[in-house]
């Protein structure tokens, strides 16, 4: 969801990994050139998905750190491309605290349908994230370097699951 920390924590794993950083949010405003909130605003939300799919479809995967949009779990080809080479990580923060960090999210460029609230957008995607991820991160109480340690270690105990 928007304000999970997906920048920021992103960032902090890609320099503690070693690996390069994408924001897919950022990727999608250069191609478009123009913000998100102008895509929704002028072609709708489903043009900004359509875009997003083809854009992490676009992506090679390895060696990188992603920060998706939070749509990219409504496209079944871009799920399947990111968690054929990647591990899928899922910020896990409750809707109090979306809406704590985001505020007024009409600016904000959010993939939603114009009649449908925010919190039926997090019911709805917290089903699909929680279903979709490979490794759930409970960020409660976590600040960003703490969410970051708890992903490492997560991916450390994946790796030795293979």
Do not use: W
């Amino acid at each position: 969801m928007p304000g999970s920390g997906k920048s920021t924590v992103g960032v902090l794993l890609a320099k503690r990994l070693g690996l390069g950083f994408i924001d897919t949010d950022l990727l999608i405003q250069q191609e478009a050139g123009r913000t998100l909130q102008d895509i929704v605003d002028g072609d709708g939300y489903q043009a900004l998905r359509k875009i997003e799919e083809q854009v992490l479809l676009r992506l090679e995967v390895r060696r990188q750190v992603i920060s998706t949009g939070g749509s990219a779990v409504y496209s079944e080809a871009a799920m399947q491309h990111l968690k054929a080479d990647a591990v899928v990580v899922f910020l896990d923060i409750p809707l109090e605290v979306v809406l704590e960090r985001i505020g007024d999210y009409s600016a904000r460029g959010i993939s939603r349908r114009p009649d449908q609230s925010l919190e039926d957008l997090f019911t709805e995607r917290y089903e699909l994230y929680s279903r979709l991820a490979d490794v759930a991160i409970d960020c409660v109480g976590r600040n960003h370097e703490e969410v970051c340690e708890a992903v490492l270690a997560a991916l450390a105990r994946a790796r030795e699951a293979r």
